[in-house]
């Protein structure tokens, strides 16, 4: 349907990661941030990633200073510049 409707992807809320010789662009699965989640973890998602060539995609919903509301889906900026500097190196 998404494909008939113009879209070339889409990204499902399935953990796990994309291999590009078994793709599908309608199903691409993903690694979360959660408020538990901290930069050794995503270290560990691209390390892996990087080691068996897969295509990682890591999910951010809010970036902040704080999470006042208990966010479950939270990451500090202080862990979001984390792991973007581990990607830049």
Known sequence: ?????????????????????????????????????TPEIAKKWVMKAYRKRLWLIEVFHLVGRKNNDNYEYFTSIYHF????????K
């Open 1 to 37: 349907m998404l494909q008939r409707l113009g879209f070339t992807s889409a990204r499902t809320s399935d953990t796990g990661y994309n291999h590009l010789k078994k793709l599908n662009p309608y199903a691409l699965k993903v690694q979360i941030w959660d408020r538990y989640t």
């Open 81 to 88: 510049k984390k792991i973007l500097n581990l990607l830049i």
